[in-house]
Structures are given as structure tokens and as C-alpha cells.
């Protein structure tokens, strides 16, 4: 039996599958998603916001925050009177939960039912509302919490715009 010789046909083939593995390794790294996206807070309530069960962040309002939606998932908000002082939580004035996609380079806030989908887009029967949360708006993934009214919270303002 003869002794393998080593030789630059097979250096070159060795090159091209390591070139091919890690160029797959590359390619399935970037089919994960990672978009940034705004939780906006245009009430005059205290938003917290909770992904995927984790800690509450607090979104003060006339603010907004950036989430990194990198796996499908849940979003889960609440809207307060104000901050919890001394005697404990405040008043719960609106609570919302939305499941939200990240897949490949698209994010988005999944809601309503399936029905026409495909064909007419979400939203077109009306039934799929959101309010007062605005969702997938300006961008695909955003969350907005408007201005609305309550007589949950004594003296609630909306929000002047003008400073």
C-alpha cells in the first residue's frame, strides 16, 4: 500500500470546504433577528413594559425607550396613575399583552385573528383593535401608548406638546 502524498489539488479542496463552513456558519448567524425598536410613552400615565416575563422597565411620560427584539416573544404593558410611592402600587389604568415576531430581518406585533391576511392585510375587518396601544406604527415592531382619557386617576392631564 502506497503512502498518501500531500498536494496542492487536495490543499485547495481542504481551503474550499473550510471556506464553505464557515460561510454557512456566517450565513446562519445572520439569519437571526436583532431589530431595535421604540416603546413610546404619549400618555400622561407611567407605562412599564415587560418582555418575555423579565423585569418591568418604566417608561415615564413624553418618553420612550429601545427594545432589541431578537427571538419571537411576548410584550406585556400596564399604565399607572403614577409612580408607586410609600403605600404601595398605584391605580392600574390600562394593561395590554401583544405577541410580537423577530425572524431573519423582519420584527412586528402580531394581532387580531388570521383571517385574510394574506389577502387583505391585518386590520381590514376591524376587529382587531389595539386601543389606546398603537402598534407596528411608524415602524413594524413599535409600540405606541397614546393619549386617552380615564376616570381611573384623579386630575390626569394629557400631555401639552408644545413644552
Known amino acids: 500500500m502506497g503512502k498518501r502524498v500531500w498536494t496542492a489539488g487536495r490543499s485547495r479542496g481542504v481551503a474550499a470546504l473550510a471556506l464553505a463552513v464557515l460561510g454557512t456558519a456566517a450565513s446562519a448567524s445572520a439569519a437571526s433577528a436583532e431589530c431595535l425598536r421604540q416603546i413610546v410613552n404619549r400618555s400622561a400615565y407611567v407605562l412599564t413594559a415587560r418582555r418575555d416575563g423579565g423585569p418591568p422597565v418604566t417608561i415615564l411620560p413624553g418618553r420612550s425607550v429601545q427594545i432589541r427584539l431578537s427571538h419571537p416573544g411576548t410584550l406585556d404593558f400596564a399604565a399607572y396613575c403614577g409612580l408607586p410611592g410609600p403605600a404601595g402600587a398605584q391605580t392600574l389604568v390600562t394593561q395590554a399583552s401583544f405577541s410580537y415576531e423577530a425572524v431573519i430581518h423582519r420584527c412586528f406585533i402580531r394581532f387580531g385573528g388570521q383571517a385574510f391576511v394574506p389577502q387583505l392585510g391585518r386590520g381590514f375587518l376591524g376587529l382587531q383593535g389595539t386601543a389606546p396601544f ?11 401608548l397614546g393619549p386617552f382619557e380615564t376616570g ?10 408644545r413644552g
Do not use: E, S, Y
Open 152 to 161: 381611573a386617576c384623579p386630575a390626569a392631564t394629557i400631555l401639552d406638546r
Open 134 to 144: 398603537t402598534v407596528n406604527n411608524p415602524r413594524q415592531g413599535d409600540v405606541v
